[in-house]
């Protein structure tokens, strides 16, 4: 199997998986706890917390592990506004991950104003609609990093600043931008940055959030763990595969990745008649490819990909076997029909020229023959 998936989840890495078997035996104390099987717990949490924050150049006090990035987003949406007086104004864009768009959709139904900036034809936001949309009752402003369908990135460093000579907070949804684009919390204006485990060869179960310090958020959940910014006990397993997985991002070569993408995408572009990538005229991470196959049916394709071994997908994890064209494509102008014949690739660290070289082969063969039966139907 050649799995090409990687924006939905990633396998475990070899390290994060020797270094959690031993917790799965004998170490099993709650890091909360006194004795000494909690003692030890609670370390290895402790050291995870500094190799996670140390990897993105936050301090750990800053860094707050949650139970997904989805539950980080809410905490960051809901504390912004908990703690922005009397401002309820949300701006965000239309392409964001439908968890944050349905709760953004469940504010706006309970008296929260909220702006939906829309995207042009490459998937970029438009910088003057977004100067005119931040005005003095804007409590958030929330824009995520990188697409999670198209890879398409937004200038966030430029938005933070923005939000921030405006009196608004400015958090971002960096699920796909974390392990893929360098990030100096350190150095940046960001105020909230969420991001995901199992997008980084970490297990699945484990979000992090990190706060700029001196910024105070109300729970979701309450209780005294995570200095008392998130109840629950420790998800141990989770937060020690994380730190694990955070020392290795600076062994990716997301230079090598693109130039696997950009082959990948230069062949089936060629050979596939109305095949095209969409987002190409804009800055994306180097992992990730949105291909619109002209009028195919990206299903059926999906499903000869999978016989010949090539798992991709249709758009978010979250939405696969509905029936709704990409709400990312449509935003981007694509009809559905256009949406519903393009596919995503996503790859890995561990994504091998001989297997981008197999997929790509399989992807113009699946594509080719899907369109000669449409064709033949059509003369029938």
């Known amino acids: 199997m050649i799995y090409l998936d990687n924006n939905a989840t990633t396998r475990l890495a070899p390290e994060v998986s020797a270094a959690l078997l031993p917790l799965l035996g004998q170490e099993y104390g709650n890091p909360s706890s006194k004795n000494v099987l909690g003692q030890r717990a609670s370390e290895r949490v402790m050291a995870a917390r500094q190799r996670v924050a140390g990897a993105l150049g936050a301090t750990p006090a800053e860094l707050v592990f949650t139970g997904s990035a989805t539950e980080a987003n809410h905490q960051a949406i809901l504390g912004a506004l908990r703690c922005s007086g009397a401002r309820r104004h949300i701006v965000s864009s239309a392409v964001e991950h439908p968890a944050t768009l349905k709760l953004l959709g469940w504010l706006q139904e309970h008296g929260h104003p909220v702006t939906l900036l829309a995207v042009d034809g490459n998937g970029m936001l438009d910088m003057d609609a977004l100067d005119e949309a931040v005005g003095d009752d804007t409590a958030l402003v929330s824009i995520m990093w990188a697409n999670n369908e198209t890879g398409v990135i937004f200038p966030v460093e430029q938005i933070a600043q923005l939000a921030k000579a405006r009196g608004a907070l400015f958090h971002t949804d960096a699920v796909q931008a974390v392990g893929r684009l360098p990030v100096d919390w350190k150095n940046s204006a960001i105020d909230l940055l969420s991001f995901s485990g199992h997008k980084l060869h970490a297990p699945q179960g484990i979000g992090a959030l990190l706060l700029r310090k001196g910024l105070s958020l109300a729970p979701l959940l309450f209780g005294s763990q995570e200095r008392n910014r998130r109840g629950g006990t420790e998800n141990m397993l989770g937060i020690v595969g994380l730190g694990v997985a955070a020392t290795l991002l600076d062994g990716v070569s997301q230079e090598h990745m693109g130039s696997l993408r950009e082959r990948m995408e230069q062949q089936i572009v060629g050979s596939v008649p109305h095949a095209r990538i969409n987002g190409a005229g804009a800055p994306r991470v180097s992992n990730t490819s949105n291909i619109q196959f002209g009028a195919l049916n990206a299903e059926a394709l999906l499903i000869h990909l999978e016989r010949a071994g090539i798992i991709a997908s249709s758009g978010a994890a ?45 992807v113009i063969a699946a594509a080719l023959e899907l369109a000669w039966q449409d064709s033949a139907q059509t003369v029938l």
């Open 318 to 362: 979250c939405q696969a076997g509905g029936s709704q064209a990409s709400h990312v494509l449509t935003a981007m102008g694509l009809d559905t029909q256009a949406a519903r014949a393009s596919l995503r690739f996503s790859l890995s660290r561990y994504s091998s020229e001989a297997e981008i070289e197999q997929a790509t082969r399989a």
